[in-house]
């Protein structure tokens, strides 16, 4: 009777034994790991309270329950960093684990050259991902996985099939798919529905997965399903989010989500599967001014508004209901999910990023392997606030350098998360420390910094393009700021959109059109 009731034991150890549909495999296997990456999602571009400390760090009109549901389930990050304040970069980083400054990739735009007009010429970057370069997505096939990317790439090199994934919608950019519109606007349900099947083919075949589900929206244009318009038509606007496209498309964005979520619930694979939701940087201010409140600034500058993004995690053992006020960075998540799947990560590759594992279990006392984060942008954008510039981030303590004026800007951003508050003239020696730190991070990476234009020339004009763009901005500008916002405008939206090319939601001098000014056709 002994020998039988061992005989049985080392069954039941071999085969444990689970009731369908419980979520449990039958054997301990490697997690999956679904990474949902977001296009220009803002702080406060979702209904999820992303800051305990802050009302306004949710959206007073955008609704996505469904993240409401993942983060109900998983942690929420109030302090999370994209890697840059622009989508290419953004990208390379969370698949490399580097920094922007250290790949050399640190805006998706051409290279610049001197202009008599500006103090400083920007460093010749790079824009597509090296092939040299170790990806998350190569890491994980070594261990077994099956891996798939959908959506936007925007990486250029070669597409995802040269960097470690087997299934994938190509070397696509802002173009094609995210321009989509109803009954698929921005391939929004399509990708979706792939990702769902691949997820189902590998859950069938008991193979462990990782999905990248790169998504175009919320990125311009706004589209949408005709019926989400019509439900944020019926509700009040808010006093900061007004538009009820862009709540649409938000809106259609979460139910692909809520698909996700649903097809791994009925796959019965949730509790071996991790869940990442993340934006590739912060929302610019076409929709509105005020679309980044109480934060500063937005897409395509190092303000707050620029760089801070929502992040949430679920999954196995993660803490759930809980929040995590460390500051953390886009480049964490390729270690992060190493650890999480029991990869090693090879020594030579030279990641940046620190592993987040023990936080989403519950461990306290979470410290960088570096201190401080650093985001560099040393470019020119169509902006006013989009000048070479860097910042570097310790603790509260965030430090931004203009490369133009050469002046430092300091802030406590436990205290003044709007950054309102300038402190480099009453703490010079707290300013000085993280401007040489900054400086001798920047040597260890070989990051490329600006250098001095000899022929700058403070008097020269840009050329004849700048002199009509000087007599479109002062005839529509009423309010004396230099720009056109879309209140000032009084052409079709469409072509407003057209003109604002950087999506911050004004026509700056340089995005203004050459030729006489024009507006409306009477």
């Not at 600006?450 to 403070?458: A, I, L, M, Q």
Request: glycine share 10%; charged share 25%; with cysteine.
């Amino acid at each position: 009777m002994k020998k039988v009731a061992i005989f049985l034991l080392g069954m039941i150890c071999l085969f444990p034994l689970t009731s369908p549909g419980s979520g449990e495999t039958r054997v301990k296997r490697n997690p999956n790991v679904i990474f949902i990456l977001i296009d220009d999602m803002g702080w406060t571009g979702t209904s999820v309270l992303v800051h305990k400390g802050y009302s306004k760090s949710k959206s007073d009109y955008y609704r996505t329950p469904n993240l409401e549901k993942l983060a109900a389930k998983g942690m929420i990050f109030s302090n999370a960093y994209a890697p840059s304040p622009m989508c290419t970069p953004s990208r390379a980083s969370f698949l490399t684990g580097k920094s922007p400054a250290q790949l050399h990739i640190t805006t998706p735009g051409p290279v610049q050259k001197a202009q008599p007009y500006r103090k400083v010429i920007p460093p010749a970057h790079i824009t597509a991902l090296p092939e040299e370069e170790t990806t998350i997505a190569e890491v994980l096939k070594k261990k077994g996985y099956a891996t798939a990317h959908f959506g936007k790439w925007h990486l250029s090199g070669g597409g995802p099939a040269n960097h470690g994934f087997d299934v994938h919608d190509g070397e696509t950019g802002n173009g094609g798919p995210g321009q989509f519109e109803d009954p698929n606007p921005k391939d929004i349900y399509g990708m979706t529905k792939r990702a769902n099947a691949f997820m189902e083919k590998q859950a069938k075949a008991e193979k462990p997965f990782y999905i990248h589900l790169a998504h175009y929206a919320v990125h311009s244009p706004v589209l949408f399903n005709e019926k989400s318009l019509d439900l944020f038509k019926k509700e009040p606007k808010g006093n900061r989010h007004t538009s009820a496209e862009y709540a649409a498309m938000t809106w259609d964005l979460d139910l692909s989500v809520g698909r996700i979520l649903d097809k791994i619930e009925s796959l019965g694979i949730r509790d071996n599967t991790y869940v990442i939701f993340m934006s590739d940087n912060g929302a610019g201010l076409k929709q509105s001014r005020k679309e980044n409140v109480p934060l500063a600034g937005g897409k395509g500058s190092l303000w707050e508004g620029g760089i801070r993004v929502p992040l949430i995690v679920s999954g196995p053992d993660v803490k759930t209901g809980a929040y995590c006020d460390e500051n953390v960075v886009g480049f964490d998540l390729f270690p992060t999910i190493c650890d999480l799947v029991g990869v090693r990560i090879p020594r030579r590759i030279g990641i940046e990023g620190s592993s987040l594992a023990p936080v989403l279990k519950g461990a306290r006392g979470f410290k960088r392997d570096r201190d401080g984060i650093v985001f560099h942008f040393p470019h020119y954008g169509k902006g006013k606030s989009q000048v070479p510039q860097s910042a570097l981030l310790v603790g509260d303590m965030k430090l931004i350098r203009n490369y133009e004026t050469g002046e430092l800007l300091l802030f406590d951003l436990g205290r003044d998360i709007g950054e309102e508050n300038n402190l480099a003239e009453k703490n010079p020696e707290e300013a000085s420390k993280l401007d040489k730190q900054m400086t001798e991070y920047f040597e260890e990476i070989e990051a490329q910094l600006p250098s001095d234009n000899r022929d700058y020339d403070p008097s020269a004009e840009k050329s004849t393009k700048g002199k009509d763009a000087n007599k479109f901005i002062s005839r529509l500008d009423k309010d004396g700021d230099g720009k056109v916002s879309e209140d000032e405008f009084d052409g079709p939206k469409r072509r407003f959109d057209r003109f604002d090319k950087n999506g911050d939601g004004v026509i700056s001098s340089d995005e203004a059109p050459t030729g006489p000014p024009g507006g409306k056709k009477k």
